[in-house]
């Protein structure tokens, strides 16, 4: 079982910078990929980021990509996204996971309730 916890969310103006974390419990942190998804108003949750158990391995949805930057620390039981330049678009809220390694939200077991992060143009 792990327990997922997202911080760092808020609002920033177009063109500033969010660091997202997300804090798991549990032992077994380092053998799930993480990933990141993301639901707007209205709209389907979507693929941002994810990671593979050890870091080596990264991947970013064409939107995001040369803009967040995912990491984690096992050592810490954490993930992070970090945001920069970030656009009205980017506006959602965003949600940790952990599961296999895939931009597929239903390859991921379990989820975090997610952090609001709302971009002022």
């Known amino acids: 079982q792990v327990q997922l916890v997202e911080s760092g969310g808020g609002l920033v103006q177009a063109g500033g910078s969010l660091i997202l974390s997300c804090a798991a419990s549990g032992r077994t942190f380092s053998a799930f990929a993480m990933g990141w998804f993301r639901q707007a108003p209205g709209k389907e949750r979507e693929f941002v980021a994810r990671?593979?158990?050890?870091?080596?391995?990264?991947e970013y949805s064409d939107s995001v990509k040369g803009r967040f930057t995912i990491s984690r620390d096992n050592t810490k039981n954490t993930v992070y996204l970090h945001m920069n330049s970030l656009q009205a678009e980017d506006t959602a809220v965003y949600y940790c996971?952990?599961?296999?390694?895939?931009?597929?939200?239903?390859?991921?077991?379990?989820w975090g309730q997610g952090t609001q992060v709302t971009v002022s143009s």
């Open positions: 990671i593979t158990t050890d870091a080596q391995v990264t």
């Open positions: 996971a952990a599961g296999r390694y895939s931009v597929s939200a239903s390859a991921y077991i379990y």
